[in-house]
């Protein structure tokens, strides 16, 4: 690692801090040569706070430790970005990163569409759509095309008509998506499960 401590003239360089597991940014704090090599050593990240002065271990206080996973340099050697795992909130507020959003895993599209299909959810009684059609039968008519939409998908399977089978594929995924949401639950709980059997 060829980091460019003399670019500024305080020999500090930002630290962009994200999560490994969710892609989201935590925090951002500056570190010179003595932090990021603590930072290695320790396997916590650790900052050169400019308020205090002196090294600054996050969490030292609080026990919200962001326990190192990989620090690479950018292109100009003069910024890291430091992957972690952080234990416990991340910003001082008690939120989970200082731009106050949840540090949950995002799914891009996904996680949109998930949103659609709660706020159709919640508007059911006085919104005409398919999804709010669907909430207002309950879960038995949901759970029932679930069932469906997975014969068909399993059907195009055995012919070679990609397009339908995608179709087929994503008309399950979408019925799965609101079945989860009849149930309380969302595609991250799902990931959870996934994630524990990992271990």
């Known amino acids: ?7 500024n003239a305080n020999g500090l360089v930002p630290a962009i801090v994200q999560d490994n597991e969710t892609k989201n940014v935590l925090m951002l704090g500056y570190m010179n040569q003595e932090a990021l090599d603590t930072t290695l050593v320790t396997r916590k990240v650790t900052f050169f706070s400019r308020t205090k002065n002196r ?5 030292e206080e609080s026990r919200n430790f962001l326990e190192l996973i ?9 910024a890291l970005l430091v992957k972690v795992k952080p234990v416990g909130p991340t910003c001082h507020t008690g939120l989970d990163t ?4 949840t ?5 891009g599209f996904l996680s949109k569409l998930e949103k659609t299909i709660k706020d159709r959810k919640e508007k059911a009684e006085s919104e005409k759509s398919y999804v709010a059609s669907l909430f207002e039968k309950g879960i038995n008519k949901i759970a029932q095309k679930v069932g469906e939409e997975a014969v068909e998908v399993v059907i195009e399977s055995k012919d070679s008509n990609d397009d339908l089978f995608l179709n087929e594929s994503a008309d399950l ?6 079945l989860l949401q009849a149930k309380g639950f969302q595609l991250n709980d799902v990931v ?3 994630q524990s059997r990992e271990k």
């Open 1 to 7: 690692m060829k980091i460019d401590f003399n670019k």
């Open 55 to 59: 090294l600054w271990t996050k969490g």
């Open 70 to 78: 990989s620090v690479t340099e950018d292109c100009d050697n003069d």
């Open 98 to 101: 200082c731009w106050q959003e």
């Open 103 to 107: 540090n949950n895993q995002e799914f």
């Open 173 to 178: 995924l979408f019925h799965y998506l609101i």
């Open 192 to 194: 959870k499960v996934l």
